[in-house]
């Protein structure tokens, strides 16, 4: 079936597998038979099995209600850098794709858009100050 070669404490041995079913094993090392019975160690998946709950919602809170916090968008950083500069100050008014700020992330300079019509509400960021990713750079309310 297959053979291979051990050393074992400066011993060479040579055996083959003749035959393997379930945990039963005959080999023959060095021309010597033996069946030999092989201890597997069962093993577990690592992945966790995910249970999900029963959710039980009500017609009533099942409608989507608009609140003042969603009329608020949070201008995120796409990737980690510095920034090099902000083109807006809080209470301005910009219109959906001008240039909010730029900055520095793996050596090429990138361009913070608006996403949308608004006024500036804050701004989270100063020129020089480096940034990770998915950090709030300002918001448009």
Do not use: W
Request: net charge neutral; glycine share 6%.
């Amino acid at each position: 079936m297959k053979k291979f070669e051990f050393t074992i404490s400066g011993n060479k041995y040579e055996v083959e597998f003749k035959m393997f079913e379930e945990n039963i094993a005959e080999i023959e090392v060095n021309g010597t038979h033996y069946t030999v019975e092989v201890h597997r160690e069962i093993k577990t998946t690592k992945t966790p099995k995910l249970v999900r709950s029963e959710v039980i919602t009500t017609r009533a809170e099942s409608k989507i209600r608009k609140t003042l916090a969603s009329a608020t968008l949070s201008i995120t950083a796409p990737l980690p850098g510095t920034v090099i500069q902000v083109f807006v100050r809080e209470g301005e008014t910009v219109k959906k794709g001008d240039k909010l700020l730029t900055y520095e992330a793996m050596k090429m300079e990138n361009s913070v858009l608006a996403e949308k019509d608004g006024t500036i509400r804050t701004i989270k960021v100063t020129t020089g100050q480096s940034i990770l990713q998915g950090d709030v750079l300002m918001e448009i309310a």
